[in-house]
């Protein structure tokens, strides 16, 4: 029972064309940029931001930074909707940020690399 189950969310998500996977690329709603943390690597990613603004101009896009320098520049970024930062993540920290991505799914995932 649990092998159909899995066969039929793969088809649904991969195979056949992959029509929610599709669907979230092509109009995702909310957007969240992860792992932006110096000021260096905020700045090399700014023209990713723009580019993502542009081709998803109707997207909520918000941006989760680790540093104070990374999270001042990305909060005065004008192609983001919110920023989050993570400087010191406690427990009630961690339950706020599960509780703000329970009550607003999100869509796309952005990782970006540091390298």
């Known amino acids: 029972m649990l092998t159909v189950l899995f066969i039929a969310l793969k088809r649904l998500f991969y195979g056949d064309g992959g029509y929610l996977l599709r669907k979230n690329l092509k109009s995702p709603r909310r957007i969240l940029v992860t792992r932006l943390q110096h000021l260096g690597d905020v700045a090399v990613f700014l023209p990713f931001l723009s580019s993502l603004r542009k081709a998803y101009p109707e997207a909520k896009i918000f941006a989760l930074s680790k540093h104070k320098t990374g999270y001042e520049l990305l909060r005065r ?13 406690g427990f009630f920290d961690k339950v ?15 990782v970006s690399t540091q390298d």
Do not use: Q
């Open 96 to 110: 706020g940020l599960w509780w703000w991505m329970w009550n607003n799914p999100v869509n796309l995932f952005v």
């Open 77 to 89: 970024c004008p192609f983001l909707d919110g920023v989050f930062r993570s400087e010191r993540w």
